[in-house]
């Protein structure tokens, strides 16, 4: 009786600390020179005011040609740097494989996401957004067949002409089913009903960052404590 007592403890500890979980510090999977959050890394085709899919470092068109332009100094942002061109056309889909061994979910993992952006050459202010997608494969390849975690969208332009800053925390918490799997990230122009697709907006500055669950060990002990309490009471 005493094995079996201890044996059901040990699972109710297991299980408290499995449970017992806070939030742990921020972690930048992507931002600023990380992975090219910033888009400021390339010009390897040697043109300092444009750039293709193949000279810009960390970022992959998972909607058409690496030939296609991708970034610009022109229409420069907050900071007065590069900036990625984005279209609606739904052949210009910036996708991210989170660096070369990626990121790991984790159950709990709690994503936020920021970055600025602005309306450019026949964006609908009424209708379009932009949209950052989190999601999963079925082989852990960023071409794999999608299974989309979230949508995330922009909202509307609120002033033309003008970058905004949109910060968004908690877009998307990781369930015990996609733990394990590998995370990828796109991010695109996403025309409204009635657009006519042929708008381009400017995007700049992506931020992605990743709040771990972690066990709360004072939590965690007080259940044990009742747990050989509730024994003690029994015997």
């Known amino acids: 009786m005493l094995a079996f007592e201890i044996s059901n403890l040990r699972v109710i500890c297991a299980l408290a600390f499995t449970l017992s979980t806070f939030a742990g510090q921020a972690t930048v999977i992507i931002g ?67 660096g070369l061994n990626g990121y790991t979910i ?23 957004n932009v949209a950052i997608t989190l999601f999963t494969t079925d082989d852990d390849t960023i071409t794999g067949n999608a299974t989309p975690l979230v949508v995330d969208l922009s909202g509307l332009s609120t002033a033309n002409n003008t970058y905004e800053t949109v910060d968004h925390d908690g877009i998307y918490t990781a369930t015990a089913n996609e733990a394990g799997k590998r995370l990828f990230l796109t991010f695109q122009g996403q025309p ?14 992506l931020t992605l960052e990743v709040t771990q669950a972690i066990p709360e060990p004072s939590a965690a002990l007080l259940i ?7 024994m003690g009471r029994r015997r």
Do not use: H, K
């Not at 990625?84 to 056309?89: G, H």
């Not at 994503?111 to 952006?117: P, S």
């Open 192 to 205: 409204g009903e009635g657009s006519d697709n042929n708008g381009f907006a400017r995007f700049d500055n």
């Open 106 to 128: 984790s159950a709990g993992d709690t994503y936020d996401v920021q970055f600025e952006w602005r309306d450019a050459f026949n964006w609908n202010d009424n209708l379009d």
């Open 224 to 230: 044990c404590l009742a747990g050989i309490s509730l």
């Open 32 to 98: 600023g020179d990380i992975l090219n959050g910033n888009f400021n890394a390339g010009s390897a085709d040697g043109d300092t005011t444009d750039d293709n899919f193949q000279s810009t470092p960390n970022w992959v068109n998972v909607g058409g040609a690496t030939t296609m332009q991708a970034t610009r100094t022109n229409l420069p942002s907050l900071d007065g740097s590069r900036n990625a061109v984005l279209s609606l056309s739904g052949d210009r889909v910036f996708g991210s494989e989170l």
